[in-house]
Structure formats: C-alpha cells, structure tokens
C-alpha cells in the first residue's frame, strides 16, 4: 500500500519528475534533453523548467556548444535550495546531519546516547542539538524541509512511535514523530534504520544501480534494507528487513528465541570481541564496544590467529547469509555498510568477497556484487535526512493519484 505523505508537497509531479532528473546528472540537462527524457512537450517542459528557476531548485549551467544545431544550456540543481536535518539513534551514538538538496552531507556531529533520562528531556536534547547543528552550518531556516530520524525497529509508522527497541530502552513508547516536530517547529518523519538507509543510498545513486538491490546493516544490530523498483520496501508496518533470527549456524550460540546460530547472535560485535578474547564477556555495554573492535582490528592487521579466525569465521557466515538472502530476493546487488561495518569492513571485506563465490547454497545465474555504502559513516543519518528530501522530491505516479498535479 502507498502511504501518504507527512512533507508538504513541493510541486507537480512534473516538477518532481523533471527535478529529480536533473540532480541525477551533475553536469546538469538541457531542456531538449528533458523533454526528450520525460516524453513532456517542449512548452510543457519551458514552464515546468520556469516554475523550478522560480522557486530557485534550478540554476543555469554555462552553454555548451556540441555539434551542429543550438548550443544548449543545461539546467543544473541548485543544491542550496533546501535543506534536511537527519538524525539517527543508535545505542552507541547518536549522529546528527545537515544534508542539502542533492543528499550531501554539508555539517555532522555525534554525541554519546543520553541516557537515563526520560522522554521529554531526550527530545528536547534532540531538538536543541539538531537547531544547533543547523545554526553552525549557516542554514536558512526557511529553507529547511524537515527531520528525518532513522531508529532500531520495531516503529509504529502509524503514529511515528519508538516501540520497543531491545537496545534503546529510555525510547520505548514515545511517539517521537509528534514531540519532535512540536519541539522544533519542522515536520518529522521517523523510520526503521535499515529502510532510511536503504532510502539514502538509493538517493545518492545517480545512475539506478540500486533500483533493485539489498542492503546489510551491520551495527549494534543487524538488518536488511530492501529496494524493488526503486522504491525501499517498508512492508506493511515499516519494519521490514529483520534478519537477526535467520538461522545460520546450527549448533552455534544460543539466541534470545531459544534457537541455535541466528544469524544476529552469530555475528555480534560483542561476540566476535568475546571469541577473539578481547572482552572477558560476551555481554557488555554497547558503548563499549567501540574500543574493543578498534583492538580487533589492530589483532587482525598483525595477523594474530585468533583474530583472524574469528574474521574468517565472521565473513563466511556473512557469505552464507546473503547468498540465501539473494536467493530470496534475486537483488544481485547488495550493499553494506553500518557502524560496526565501518570500524570493521577494510578487515572483513576481503575476506568476505572471497568467501561468496564458495557459498554452495547459491541459486543466482550471475556473480554477486558486493559494495560499501556510498553514504559511509553517515549511512542511517544521512538516510534518515533523505527520506525527507525523498518524500518531498520523488515523482510518484501515486502523487497523480491523489491529485498534487
Ligand atoms: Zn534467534
């Protein structure tokens, strides 16, 4: 099912149409190359091209003479025309970013989680932290769309709710989607972190190589974001993409299900610090963790045979888990990245591409592609910040349904 829209539509499904080609080129299209792309008439194309100059998404390029015929001038987003904040809770850290029209992440910032407190004090630090980030970026306000916050499932995208994150416990029921935009005056939309980061990357893929690909996320947790069609797959809930139950290891460690060798337990950063005798325990605190895989790193660089057995052991079963998962999904294309990805992917990664082709379980015809997110350390924020520009920017045929042409 479509879902409606929280953002305030920005144009016609034309405007959004023509725009969303134009900042999908860099060097910007002329207007022959639009209406030709669009299958718009010319004069069509002259006023929807006029109405985006108007209201300043669209600049001018310099003419480019090509050939007999007109120069043409190309049409190139204006990316200072809007802005979004993006804001993603995690257990270890929560990251804040400014992102303008065309995704990239113009301000950052990261604080420890606060904790403790209860809700009203933690949307309040919210507020004040992303109106400070966005006074420090130098952001007219006017020009902001919205918040976009991406957090741990489950949600309830109904309400925009926090529901019962295992690892966000001061969260818990809080309808953050309705406090935060009380609190800070933009419009809020809240999602899973798995589908906001699958929504970034889709974003920052210019030429639709993800239109139908997956996407591992490998933080406190572990997810699967989704695309089919080149739309991120939400389910009927807004929490697709839990992976953390698919069975990978029979006989492996025990799971909070009851199971033997989910994959969530198997690959757990608190685990792999624990096998490779880095941690005296196996549970310890998720701020903690950080430390502790900076050490893993350091034991696989030196080649130290424990670490490097748990690496292997890790890539292998990431290897086995998304050959079933392609299996399931025909993606051919998946993406990886998170925030134990990113402190632990340079050692992993290698080691899991060499793992994939040796996965015996594959059904596929053609090789797996494996690629980091695009959107690297910033990969749920600024996901969470696209699903705002994402709402406001992408022609949908549904928007001609409800009659915003
Ligand atoms: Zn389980």
Known sequence: MKRGSNMPAVGTYNQTLVLDMIRRSP???????????TGLSAQTLGNVARRLAAEGFVVEGHRVVAGPGKPRTPLQLNRTARYAVGIHLDPAVDTFVVVDLSGGVIAHTERPPAEGADAPELIAALARDADALLRSADVPLARVLGIGVAAPGPIDDATGTVLTPPLLPSWHHTRLREQLARA??????????????????????????????ALVYYGAGIGLGMAVDGEAVRGRTGNAGDIGHLLVDPGGQECSCGSRGCLGVTVAPERLLFDAGI?????????????????LRVRIAAREARAVEVRDRAAATFALAIVLLNNLLDAETFVIGGPVWNRLGRELKPALDAALPTVRQSTATRPLVLREARLGTDLAAA???????DEA?????????????
């Open 27 to 37: 060097a910007g299209l002329s207007r022959t190359e639009l209406a030709e792309r």
């Open 184 to 213: 800070t005056g933009h419009p809020v939309v809240l999602e899973k972190d798995v589908v906001a980061a699958m929504v970034g990357e889709l974003w920052a893929e210019a030429d639709h190589a993800l239109d139908d690909a």
């Open 279 to 295: 941690t005296p325990s196996p549970v310890i605190a998720p701020t903690a963790v950080w430390g502790a895989i900076d050490e």
């Open 383 to 389: 996901g969470a910040a696209s699903l705002v520009l």
């Open 393 to 405: 920017f992408t022609a949908r045929a549904s928007d001609l349904m409800i009659g915003l042409s």
